[in-house]
């Protein structure tokens, strides 16, 4: 899946677990990466690189004691996203991806990539 403007893409299988304003229930989802974006189809939500404050991966536990009770074992990690809004308004959602490490690094080398071009 191409986003306009970019030629290359990744995507991740993921469950947005939560942490949006504008999304309450979780859901399946697939994370998309582009040069410019991270892009998720199913919520209609573009975020750019250059909005995005932190990809950070989380255990269960910190997750538990700060946003929802997740029943899965305490080893298992996440990936919070945390970012501007459009409306200028923090977010930071949290996913549950198939490839969370290839993911996160993913994330933080686009991010780079993108801050260095706009440079």
Not at 61 to 90: Q, V
Request: net charge positive; glycine share 2%.
């Amino acid at each position: 899946m191409l986003g306009k403007n970019d030629t290359a893409s990744t995507t991740y299988k993921a469950k947005y677990l939560g942490g949006h304003s504008a999304f309450h229930k979780p859901k399946a989802i697939h994370l998309v990466l582009t040069p410019k974006h991270i892009e998720i189809p199913e919520m209609s939500l573009m975020i750019p690189l250059n909005r995005v404050e932190n990809a950070q991966l989380v255990k269960e536990e910190k997750l538990a004691s700060s946003l929802i009770i997740l029943p899965w074992k305490k080893n298992k990690k996440f990936i919070m996203l945390t970012f501007e809004d459009e409306n200028n308004f923090e977010e930071s959602m949290v996913f549950d991806v198939d490839k969370t490490e290839e993911a996160n690094t993913a994330i933080h080398r686009a991010k780079t990539l993108a801050s260095t071009v706009n440079r």
